[in-house]
């Protein structure tokens, strides 16, 4: 793939639509106060943790150290929030943190413009991609395999949402790279292609979907992800915590509690499973959350030890 397109990658978030309305869409889960850096004089304080509409990895995270910090003694309020609004809230000091910040590709841009005013925690997993998925018996594990098999697969690729970053970049590049203009690239949502994935795998079907990791569709359904030997789709990346200037020194154990975090890509898609799979409201995912916490409690208390 050229240098133009891996410089365009930077412009091209997962929900593109999302992030050009970077004034939108601020909801607060608790008081939606701004973030209290004085670290309280009860408990731990305040921390204000962005969440990102729409990532679900990051949402599963989020959501699990907001029920590790309450029980820490923190009043933790959860900020659901678009992409753009996120890193400006961080840069001026109205969110502490947000732990979904995939680099060095897909928000380079936005950490290129606020990066001055922000500080890097740490990586909690570096298995972050761009797929396309099949079934898992298709017979064979390439994207330039995938044209080879047009009649198996009715010439037909199942795409997100049309605004998403990772349908611009399949239309873009991996169409185009792959041989792949002749065939049907049908876009709605993300449930929608889910739904595909179910009804297929449920039939014996073969499937062709644009989808990413982690994901908990991987663990849900019988699929794998393609090699993509040209990166139409980009490389892998680092999915990283930022956090607002000041924060290490604000609340130095948090900072060494976020920065010393991993997560590997199994546990976290059972995490994603439980959240996401059944469709759990919003208001409920600190229920799961605590239930999966005594599935895997040893872990989680090593998370603050």
């Known amino acids: 793939m050229s240098h ?4 365009k990658f930077r412009t ?5 639509a999302f992030a050009a309305a970077a004034g939108l869409a601020l909801t607060a889960c608790g008081d939606g106060e701004t973030a209290d850096t004085g670290g309280g004089d009860e408990g731990g304080g305040t921390i204000d943790i962005a969440i990102n509409h729409g990532w679900e990895e990051g949402i599963a995270v989020a959501e699990l150290w907001a029920v590790i910090l309450e029980d820490e003694g923190f009043e933790v309020n959860k900020n659901y929030m678009d992409l753009a609004p996120s890193f400006s809230a961080l840069s001026t000091g109205d969110m502490d943190f947000n732990m979904n910040i995939w680099q060095p590709v897909t928000h380079a841009e936005y950490l290129e413009e606020y990066g001055d005013n922000l500080e890097e925690v740490g990586v909690w997993n570096s298995d972050a ?3 396309i998925a099949v079934n898992a018996d298709a017979p064979f594990d390439s994207l330039d395999e995938l ?3 047009a009649e198996e697969f009715d010439s037909r690729l199942v795409g997100i949402e049309p605004g998403a970053g990772l349908t611009e970049r399949t239309e873009a590049y991996v169409i185009p790279e792959y041989g792949l203009e002749d065939w049907e690239f049908r876009t709605s949502s993300t449930p929608a292609m889910l739904q595909e994935i179910d009804t297929a795998t449920s039939n014996g079907d073969n499937i062709a979907v644009t989808l990413w990791r982690p994901h908990w569709a991987f663990s849900e359904y019988d699929i794998k992800a393609l090699e993509d030997p040209k990166e139409a789709l980009g490389q892998e990346e ?3 915590i930022y956090a607002r200037e000041g924060f290490s020194e604000d609340q130095p154990e948090v900072y060494e509690w976020l920065s010393n975090f991993e997560i590997d890509t199994e546990r976290l898609q059972d995490l994603e499973q439980d959240l996401f799979v059944e469709e759990v409201e919003q208001d409920q995912y600190p229920t799961v959350i605590r239930e999966w916490i005594e599935e895997n409690q040893e872990w989680v208390d090593g998370l603050t030890s």
């Open 129 to 131: 991609n761009q797929v």
């Open 12 to 16: 091209m978030s997962r929900f593109t």
């Open 238 to 240: 680092n999915m990283t």
């Open 4 to 7: 133009t397109a891996k410089n």
């Open 147 to 149: 044209a080879d098999h």
